[in-house]
């Protein structure tokens, strides 16, 4: 009977922790591509049993509230309208993408500045709607969740997964300046290698190009720790009824799942908390449309070239769109171009407009040759998943830093949306095609990407129910987090250190000065005698 | 057609990339239990069909040549006799064991710097044995191997893999105050909160604390620049045939397999080429020899004690052996004592002394209650992985730090092997069995050793196929290894600015300085008038 028991003890051990009864999830989340990742992630948790709860505000563009949904959503009625948001988001883009080369670069950075302040504004106000809500913190803690999923993007998930007193993990992609993640997450980020995020650096630097590093890294620290730092810091202290701040709040998420991998980001430090999950949303292409199918296979041997510049342009120039529209007519492939606002007047007979497309059935389908991108990290990963070559054209947020990896990495060619030609156009498409290196690295980097110990999405789920059998992922949560940041670089231990040594010199140097003039007048007294 | 491709070609990319063809293994391993957790990854890799060819010295002290092995051995005929190795190894026990409490911090820390040189010049002798020998070098070169393992304890791992144009991967346990893998492995360590190796702390310091790692840190790299770099820089440019050093050569290393893990280690920053496999040697336990299984079940609901100081400390002295005899002797448990010594001469009825036990089995026994352990990494990998709270006996080498490290998670009691007694062990035993803190911790460090998404062998085994498959892991390796150490900490940027600010603040000053003398000058001339 031991022998037995030796055998199933620890079988019954993996067991026990290795299994996770269905849990309860909330999601703080944020909307349009950052929920599209997000989402992909909350299927899994729904096909693996777990129930999943959304606080979704009314103002959230993406979410269509009267579709059915496997999630569990919990409007919150906030007083924002989606024109409002709307408008915001337009506003960002128009800036980012047009009037950025016409503004100075102080008038650019207030006027980005001011919409961030918008943003912010609009994200205290769903943040007083959930958290000054009594009945509905009722409601939320009467449902017994085991645990938060965030996106740190908008401010108050971990304050509200601190008040339910509820772990909470965390599903990011970057900060400008990796300032959160450095700041608040502990992740050690040397300016000498690792660039800032959203500065357009890569992992090899001149000189010149780590000075500018290190100070769009502070510069970043000042801004956050001036605006959003402290417009938080009372409000989460206030609520909580004890002194804290925002940044001590964001140390408490037990997991850092980063939207990213290896593949798409140039090697740096990390902590045991951090994972790197980039493309957990890529599946195996499924079928197109029959209509679609048809029209991809009219293509030939020169096969196809997919052009979409996300869910957030809606709408260029008439001057622009047909620019555009007369570039991909010059090209031998067939171009299948997702876009939702007014059609160019002339349109190549290779060309055919959707308002939406299955992008990652396309850029899977063999015949796909190249894609051109505004560069959102959901649709980087597709390429990379599918091992296709880019053509970069980034508008604004995390787009030029994407685009900017890819083009380190040798898989893409970049377009500026201000200045590019239909020949640039026509150039880029057909240099990523006919250029056999890109269309290597494109699938290299796809190897790197599909040959992980672990897919990306189930070390995220893992992690996510790990923390739900747990209650907590402490073992990995870095003692640096109880320091304060001079403590943290040492530099009280280094300030001692230098006064004992001042201190050590100033003694030796008073003790031989008192010394020799001790001999000088030993000497002196013995020449007068 | 084209639809069944789409389907196919993920797969495709993932059988292609996932699969690996049978490959060569040359492997550059270390004596004693460095030797048995490597065998474990090799055993691995034997069972999934790929060829292993071992590089071992003649001095190598516990690999019997005799004895048939699933290895291809390389017997490598040096002028080192094994009793020599011996001899210094008990030196070294000696010294650490016994001597250390008997002489001053000076004379203890010149009498371990001298065997550290010994043991270093036999390494120097069986590496210009192999990379001298230019018959033995072609042997290898012909053979195709596909990469190199090496455990970077002795140096010349990287040389040979070097020499012969193969990449190569590190398992390791540690080196003092983490030298080797900060200076050579890049990664980050700051003193504030990532306790040096061998110094004995945890992450958590007071002021004093973090000073004294801080030095610990200086003083090693101190030692490690001035001895053992010193040492081979030259060699390795000579036999590279170009300007190099050991340090340099080392960063080429695609993978360092560590031999802990989270369950063990305080959370601590790490790079994506570095991965934490603790524990990879572990097993469940197979059912024990009758007569030892008669003797274990005999010990009712006591349970039993299992006792060993491992392969390398063979004799106590008569008197700590008694002393050691009389203690197991009050306990309620049967003990199962490991000891190849001299048997004691009164030896409790509830003790029995074997000259090998197996350890593992015994430690994943029902019965086992506590496990008395000079503290070595595999062995308190078994006891992690069984759930099993440790009286810890520390010696030399890792084993102190290795205690701390349980003794700070709190499955572990410390004891000194110097000046314990009778009662000291007896109470320790007591502790750690009825004080229910400690089983509740190991289960729950247990828990966490188990409940990783892929196990620590598979996850080894998986970077070595890896790298096989790819021929390198270079998208994992951070650029940090091309810049110089004042780079690095940006300290070149910094003495920029600063020169900038004051030439700056400068400037202002005299501009100030001139303007105020000019109104000055012209005020008396106005005055005058």
Chains 1, 2 share one sequence.
């Not at 924002?80 to 080369?101: C, G, N, P």
């Not at 299948?336 to 497309?357: M, Q, S």
């Not at 990495?409 to 500026?416: D, I, P, R």
């Not at 200045?419 to 240099?431: Q, Y």
Request: aromatic share 12%; charged share 20%; net charge neutral.
């Amino acid at each position: 009977m031991s022998v037995k028991w030796m055998l199933v003890f620890p079988l019954l051990l993996v067991f026990f922790v290795g299994s996770t009864s269905t849990g309860n999830v909330l999601v703080w989340p944020v909307d349009f591509s950052h929920w599209l990742n997000m989402k992909a992630i909350l299927d899994e948790l729904i096909a693996r049993g777990h129930q999943v709860t959304v606080l979704v505000p009314s103002s959230f563009l993406i979410m269509n509230f009267s579709e059915p949904s496997r999630f569990q959503v919990e409007v919150i009625s906030v007083p924002i309208e989606k024109e409002d948001m709307e408008t915001i988001l337009q506003d960002f883009v128009r800036i980012s993408a047009y009037e950025r080369h016409e503004l100075s670069f102080w008038r650019f950075f207030m006027k980005i500045f001011d919409l961030m302040k918008e943003l912010l504004h609009r994200n205290r106000i769903i943040c007083d709607t959930v958290l000054l809500n009594e009945k509905l913190l009722k409601k939320l803690e009467s449902a017994h969740f085991n645990i938060l999923i965030s996106d740190p993007v908008t401010a108050c998930g971990e304050l509200v997964a601190e008040k339910l007193h509820l772990p909470f993990i965390y599903s990011f992609r970057l900060s400008s300046g990796n300032t959160l993640e450095r700041l608040c997450g502990g992740i050690p980020s040397p300016p000498s290698y690792v660039p800032a995020s959203l500065g357009g650096l890569t992992d090899r630097m001149t000189f010149l190009q780590r000075m500018g590093n290190m100070l769009f890294y502070l510069s970043q620290d000042i801004v956050f720790q001036h605006v959003l730092f402290k417009q938080w810091d009372t409000f989460y202290s206030e609520v909580l009824g004890r002194p804290t701040t925002f940044c001590e709040t964001m140390t408490k998420a037990e997991i850092w799942l980063i939207r990213t991998y290896w593949d798409f980001e140039f090697p740096r430090p990390l902590l045991p908390n951090f994972e790197f999950v980039g493309g957990l949303h890529c599946q195996p292409a499924k079928p197109l449309p029959e209509e679609m199918e048809k029209f991809v296979q009219s293509s030939g041997e020169h096969g196809i070239v997919v052009f979409s510049l996300g869910s957030i342009i809606k709408n260029l120039t008439d001057e622009k769109s047909a620019m555009v529209a007369l570039a991909l007519s010059q090209l031998p492939q067939k171009v299948i171009w997702r876009y939702k606002g007014k059609r160019p007047e002339k349109l190549g007979a290779n060309t055919r407009v959707y308002d939406w497309i299955p992008q990652n059935d396309l850029l899977g389908h063999p015949k796909t040759k190249a894609f051109i991108t505004h560069g959102g990290t959901n649709g980087i990963y597709e390429a990379i998943y599918h091992g296709i070559p880019m053509v970069g054209i980034p508008m604004f947020g995390d787009q030029p830093d994407n685009i900017g990896h890819m083009k380190a990495k040798g898989m893409a060619v970049e377009l500026n949306i201000h200045t590019m030609t239909a020949k640039d156009l026509v150039d880029a498409v057909n240099t990523v095609i006919h250029n056999a290196t890109y269309k290597e690295n494109a699938v290299r980097i796809s190897q790197i990407h599909h040959d992980q110990p672990i897919k990306p999405l189930d070390r995220a789920v893992f992690w996510i129910e790990f923390v739900m059998r747990h209650k907590s992922a402490k073992h990995l949560r870095v003692a640096a987090h109880d320091l304060t940041w001079y403590q943290y670089h040492s530099l009280d231990v280094i300030a001692f250190l230098i006064v004992c040594i001042a201190l050590f010199v100033f003694i030796v140097v008073k003790c031989c000065t008192f010394c020799c003039r001790k001999c000088g007048s030993i000497r002196k007294k013995t020449k007068k005698e």
